[in-house]
């Protein structure tokens, strides 16, 4: 089976460096011809399901991709992390304000929370759970369409190394697209963060 990641595509509060986190915003017209570059690449693929996180942006990109081919499913646990009351701020903003929120982050890793928020340990733990529940359904190729968090923690799970290093470590482009190839209950990745 392989299993194909996109991210979203672009958001204006990308473009302005506004957190998003699970707020509910759409695409902007760049990134609508984003998920439509996509849909070219998918185009010659063969994907029998397609899956997203319940959020607007995700969505969107889902509906431009699939283009009315196959259902599409919304799955909450593919949702990007929650920053709590930092979303609609800058990061900027955060940073201004909030000058050894860097530090706390460093020191308390994943366990560490923006306030009101969700640590990535949480993310970790609703992403995974998640993510193997839909590949235990599927007996056939599958497109998931979901936020940088999530597409990190779901490589890592399938590399089987820690999901906070990935978490961490990687850098999702907005319709970056990575492919799972998983065959006898073992992924491989295929390809990491194409952008077409």
């Known amino acids: 089976m392989i299993i194909y990641l996109v991210r979203h595509g672009e958001t204006e509060w990308n473009l302005e460096g506004r957190i998003q986190g699970n707020t509910n915003v759409s695409l902007s017209e760049r990134g609508k011809e984003q998920a439509r570059r996509c849909a070219e690449f998918f185009s010659k693929k063969i994907y029998h399901r397609a899956s997203t996180s319940g959020l607007q942006r995700a969505i969107q990109t889902a509906e431009i991709i699939v283009d009315g081919k ?5 799955y909450q646990e593919f949702n990007e992390r929650s920053f709590g009351s930092w979303q609609t701020r800058l990061w900027s903003e955060v940073r201004r304000d ?31 759970k998640g993510f193997q529940e839909v590949v235990d ?19 890592g799970y399938a590399m089987g ?11 999702m482009y907005n319709c970056g697209i990575s492919t799972l190839i998983y065959e006898q209950k073992k992924f ?9």
């Open 188 to 196: 491989r990745v295929d390809m990491l963060n194409h952008v077409h």
């Open 161 to 171: 190394v820690d999901e906070f290093k990935t978490y961490e470590a990687l850098k």
């Open 70 to 74: 196959v259902p599409i499913s919304q």
């Open 137 to 155: 359904q599927s007996n056939s190729n599958l497109l998931l369409v979901a936020h940088g968090g999530p597409i990190k923690v779901i490589i």
């Open 98 to 128: 909030t000058p050894k929120f860097r530090e706390r982050w460093e020191e308390e890793g994943r366990y560490f929370r923006p306030p009101n928020g969700e640590c990535v340990d949480s993310m970790i733990k609703r992403v995974t």
